[in-house]
């Protein structure tokens, strides 16, 4: 089924030999020559405002920042004043493969691969629309040729990062079988893996691998040049920190001391506390009765949703935390990104300029691209959104996304102001 849908994806993408006699239409690239962007209010990503701004590009970078507003006599040239103009969006942690079927229900295995391969993409689609110009997507097999045909073959999406899948285990499985299963994601082009420590928040919330194997597991990561992220809720938040476990998701029903121990570590936390859960509920009808998807367990998650805002809220208390943006989205979730926003800042008390910081310069540090994302400096990739309305006055406009470029191509912009 997924090598299936792998291959599916892959000839939609025009990846496959059999379309080799055939000449490919090129993908769609950056400009030739610069383009100029005339900014009024810019975000850059690392907590600097500015004024009357103008960023020139030049082949799918940023080529310099210049104060003032200056429009060129040649060249491309977007006039995004009036806007406010900041750095793509980043999302450390979603599921692209997670879509509705035909009949508007959770997606599962008995879907054809061409309805499933259409889902996956429009989850692309949608995250880009949403001003996500960055995802890391944990995981299916079928992210790998969605991420290389974005990266190689200009199929428009979001830049994916991906784990490919889960690493599950419990007490039992021997040390080498979890070093081998992390060097067989090396070998399969996981960007990362994605561990479980804990079970399902539907199904208990309970450890599966010790300490112990946590850090067998994050050591090899690393050791095969791969980032860790782990699943883990109660005091699994402290076990994987000590383990060396690079990012942690949820962390539900931890004490202030596993937080802490956490951010102490230098953990990248990921809590979800405005779009994951809400969505689920709004949409139970269309999971429930599918794999853990029950009724107890979205009463569970709704039950429980204020343990993740007590756990955000822990973090923030945490001088040294660091708290990056994360989703989890699932189908109905993809697109609405920045809906998580809201809840960071009004449920969990970081200021709008905190929140999106760490959907900027935070979240490209965790993902291993803090020096190519996330901020608008010369030599830093294109990825540029521009909202309407100004989010530090009114977080209502990260819903009003009305310009996206990614490396230099504009996927989004209704505006006329442009030659
Ligand atoms: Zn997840």
Redesign the pocket.
Known sequence: MKSALASLLLTMTGMSTATAAVSPVPPPSAPAGPTTLLISHLLDGTGKEARDVTVVLQHGRIERVEAGIHTPATGAVIDLRGLTVMPGFIDT?V?LDSHWDAQGRIATETESVADAATGIANAAWASLMGGFTTVQS?GDPTERPLRDAIRDRGFPGPRVLTSLGWIEGDANTPDETLRSVVRQRKTEGADLVKIFASSSQRVGALPTFTEHQLKVLCDEAAAQGLRSMV?AYRSQVAAAARAGCREI?HATYASAQDIHVAAEAGAYLSPQVGLVVQNYIANQNRYIGVGNYTPEGMQTMLRDLHFDVEVCRMMMAEPHAKIVFST?ATAGAHGRNAEEFFGRVKECGQSPMQALVSAHTLAAEAIGLGDRIGRIAPGYEADLIALEGDPLQDLEAVRHVAFVMRSGVTYKWAGTAQR
């Open positions: 942690h599921h944990v699943h998701e989890d």
